[in-house]
């Protein structure tokens, strides 16, 4: 069992940007795939980005290509999200999960994604 803690949210201008950490405890964190999701105010939890075990494969949402990075430190047990030039509709909770299976899915349910952090709020202004 992986347990999951997310930081760094906030609350921003358009064009700023902010790192989410997701740190992790118990289990061995390189066993893990981590994704990243998010879900805005009145809307579905989406998926924004994914990353293998070693850091080697990623996928992301067309929406954050180009603005988000994901990345890990399997020494620090961490996983990062760089969001940079954030728009009003990144707005949303933020939430990191894990998996120990290979793929890297987009589907942001439980029984795809068994661990799962509360969450970290980012709040983007225009």
């Known amino acids: 069992q992986v347990q999951l803690v997310e930081s760094g949210g906030g609350l921003v201008q358009a064009g700023d940007s902010l790192r989410l950490s997701c740190a992790a405890s118990?289990?061995?964190?390189?066993?893990?795939?981590i994704g990243w999701f998010r879900q805005g105010p009145g809307k579905e939890r989406e998926f924004v980005a994914a990353?293998?075990?070693?850091?080697?494969?990623?996928r992301s949402v067309d929406s954050v290509k180009g603005r988000f990075t994901i990345s890990r430190d399997n020494a620090k047990s961490t996983a990062y999200l760089q969001m940079n030039s954030l728009k009003p509709e990144d707005t949303a909770v933020y939430y990191c999960?894990?998996?120990?299976?290979?793929?890297?899915?987009?589907?942001?349910?439980?029984?795809?994604?068994?661990?799962w952090g509360q969450g970290t709020q980012v709040t983007v202004s225009s």
């Open positions: 118990g289990r061995t964190f390189s066993s893990y795939n």
């Open positions: 999960a894990a998996r120990s299976l290979a793929t890297l899915s987009t589907a942001p349910i439980r029984s795809t994604w068994p661990h």
């Open positions: 990353l293998d075990r070693s850091g080697g494969s990623t």
